[in-house]
């Protein structure tokens, strides 16, 4: 990791941590860097915690948008503690490899590809689809789909903070993306065919771009 060992802890940070390994069994990975700035630590904490545990989505839909975030992002360290749990939890092992590979996955739950097909076109196209959206609103709802926004800038944040840090990866853990190994980009990344999940042509279509 690029930063040194986190010792002596202040009251906060102390305070923080052992709610933080209350919640969560430890005090690991980007919660070293979090705590740097304790005040900011202890929101992350929360806005964590509510994503993973306690949002309006299913714990099979909140591990997939993990992954789809730490894809995008080349995240590999929440890939590899992430990846277990989303099988787990139902999603296919066959199409997360998929995604790991750069490839359009074709998961076998409707909700999953839809989800997919959300958070890849507000990921790589910033906006989405009229179509895409409507879709999501009636599979989710108005709290599931302002949950999802959540949980992918959470989950985004916490893929920028492993890359930008460095926070150690898993040793016993084989590279997960074809295209990244450590913290350096080894091959070009291609460009997904199918990528946004839907045959939309009208991502990011507004009244006032006319």
């Known amino acids: ?3 040194g060992p986190l010792t002596d802890l202040s009251p906060k940070q102390q305070e923080i941590s052992d709610r933080i390994t209350a919640r969560r069994g430890g005090t690991r990975g ?10 900011l ?6 806005l964590g915690a509510y994503c ?31 990846i277990d749990k989303a099988v787990e939890a139902g999603v ?12 359009a996955p074709q998961f076998e739950a409707k909700d999953e590809q839809l989800l997919y097909a ?22 989710f709802g108005e709290n599931g789909v302002v949950d999802i926004i959540g949980c992918l800038g959470n989950f985004s944040m916490l893929s920028m903070l492993l ?17 990244i190994r450590g913290y350096a980009r080894v ?11 839907t045959g939309e042509e009208n991502v990011g279509s507004r009244p006032d771009s006319k």
Not at 32 to 39: A, D, T
Not at 118 to 139: K, N, P, W
Not at 163 to 179: C, G, I, K, M, S
Request: aromatic content about 10%; glycine content about 2%; some cysteine.
């Open 1 to 3: 990791m690029r930063l």
């Open 30 to 39: 980007p919660f070293l860097v979090w705590l740097r700035s304790p005040e």
């Open 41 to 46: 630590c202890e929101k992350v904490e929360a």
């Open 52 to 82: 993973r545990f306690e949002s309006s989505l299913p714990l099979r839909l909140t591990e997939l948008s993990l992954l789809i975030a730490a894809r995008h992002f080349d995240a590999q360290y929440s890939w590899n503690a992430h």
């Open 92 to 103: 296919s092992r066959a199409a997360i490899e998929r995604l790991a590979r750069d490839e």
């Open 118 to 139: 959300f958070a890849t076109q507000v990921l790589e196209e910033h906006f989405v689809a009229d179509a895409t959206f409507a879709e999501a609103l009636a599979a």
């Open 163 to 179: 890359n930008t840090f460095q926070v150690d990866l898993q040793a016993d853990r084989e590279p997960p993306y074809p295209d």
């Open 187 to 197: 091959a070009p990344r291609p460009r997904r065919s199918g990528a946004s999940g």
